[in-house]
């Protein structure tokens, strides 16, 4: 990367034309460096202020794409205590990581240790790129890569009623990438959205109660061996954590 | 070695002008003008060896590309104390004995500094997951949280005169 060009923009508009330019966007960089991309630039988005906005509206909480993990945890935190974004941010790499990964970057590169694929997957999450006003469901977006490829993540919002749930990520050590994620969030009493990051296929979303879920992961999902962890053992252990993630689905005390 | 970036950074308060490769980490900018004290260890981001104080917060400088720092203010142990004056944090740390080989001392006196400006009581919870990501494979951390502990008192008697 020595012929590498860095811009630093102040405003979404001038990073659209960076991106449409072939440019690839620089939050936190973490994904960048370990990933070792030959790229031919990068602009820094933490300069334009509505990447790094936070807030509470109406409809959900809107994070900017510069957001880094540990701000967003906590924003998230406060608007509602225990629920299953901040759970998982706040579990996921390091202290000095979560204070450098950022939402935009983790939902553009989507890596499938990811820790907030799942909760933003279950919580139906609805992102906005940059240039649109149309919110595009983050489900649909993590399983189309040319969407992934072609837009500029801008912001991402969370409704805060479909937050509240439980999550689990599966690791030999709490410093570890996660074999799968895991995250329910619960709608009623009788209705759930449960996601799975780390599948065979990626993402999967299953809905409805409990025993309909439960049986349907149990048919449909596979992984692939791994870490001298067979194919069954991961099915088995991801089912047996999601049935145990259920009593706790949205309780009032979490 | 065309394409270089010469950028201003705050270095424990002074200001600096540093010239590097677009690609270079934060950690080697530092290191290759003089600033030692800021360990290398596992350039993956695990250590916690090269932990640095950004903008207020602990961050891995091999995981942070120096450009993307521009301007920004950093902080590396030196900017606490040394030998003859120290830090209530590295007094507590040496009179707790959560010191061996020294090599990821300076990152964990940073996340240390960090956690107290931020929370001057903590539990031992609280010290454990601000200090998650910095290894030590000498002390078995029981040292360190009682030095994260003996630390904040320290602190917290200095602020109460």
Redo the contacts between chains.
């Keep these: 990367?020595?012929?590498?060009?860095?811009f630093?923009p102040e405003s979404g508009s001038e990073c659209l034309n960076l991106f449409n330019d072939g440019f690839q966007p620089?939050a936190g960089?973490?994904f960048?460096?370990?990933t070792s991309l030959k790229l031919s630039g990068?602009f820094?988005i933490?300069s334009v202020a509505d990447y790094k906005i936070l807030k509470n509206t109406d409809t959900g909480i809107v994070l900017g794409s510069a957001v880094?993990y540990?701000d967003a945890a906590s924003f998230l935190h406060a608007a509602s205590p225990g629920n299953i974004i901040s759970v998982a941010l706040s579990q996921a790499?390091?202290?000095?990581?979560r204070?450098?990964i950022s939402i935009g970057g983790s939902i553009a590169s989507s890596p499938k240790w990811s820790d907030i694929t799942a909760p933003l997957a279950a919580s139906g999450a609805v992102l906005r790129f940059e240039g649109s006003s149309e919110d595009i469901d983050y489900a649909v977006y993590s399983a189309d890569r040319k969407m992934r490829k072609n837009n500029l993540v801008s912001s991402v919002s969370v409704p805060l009623d479909s937050i509240k749930g439980s999550y689990y990520r599966f690791t030999f050590t709490?410093?570890d990438y996660p074999t799968f994620t895991l995250a329910v969030s619960k709608r009623s009493d009788d209705f759930f959205v449960c996601a799975v990051n780390g599948a065979r296929d990626g993402l999967r979303v299953f809905k409805g109660n409990s025993d309909a879920v439960i049986a349907e992961a149990s048919q449909t999902l596979s992984f692939n061996s791994e870490r001298g962890m067979s194919e069954d053992y991961i099915l088995s252990r991801a089912i047996s954590e999601l049935r145990r993630l259920f009593p706790k689905g949205g309780a009032d005390d979490e | 070695m065309n394409?270089l970036?010469s950028l201003d950074f705050t270095v424990n308060g002074k200001s600096e002008t540093f010239t590097f490769?677009?690609?270079a980490?934060l950690l080697t900018v530092l290191r290759d003008n003089g600033r030692t004290e800021v360990h290398n260890g596992c350039e993956?981001?695990?250590c916690?060896s090269c932990?640095v104080i950004l903008n207020g917060?602990?961050?891995?400088s091999?995981?942070?590309?120096a450009?993307?720092a521009?301007g920004g203010d950093i902080l590396t142990v030196k900017a606490l104390g040394d030998i003859y004056n120290p830090h209530p944090i590295q007094r507590a740390f040496a009179e707790s004995g959560a010191v061996q080989c020294g090599f990821c001392t300076p990152g964990q006196v940073l996340?240390t500094y960090a956690l107290l400006l931020e929370n001057p009581d903590p539990d031992v919870e609280q010290i454990k997951?601000?200090?998650?990501?910095n290894i030590c494979r000498c002390t078995g951390y029981k040292k360190i949280i009682e030095a994260v502990l003996m630390a904040g008192r320290l602190m917290r008697e200095a602020d109460n005169g």
């Design positions: 990367m020595n012929d590498l060009k860095w630093f620089h960089g973490t960048l460096i370990k990068l820094d933490n880094s540990t790499a390091s202290t000095p990581l204070n450098r709490g410093f | 394409n970036l490769k677009p690609d980490s993956t981001g695990d916690g932990v917060k602990t961050v891995n091999c995981m942070v590309l450009a993307s521009k996340s997951k601000a200090l998650d990501g």
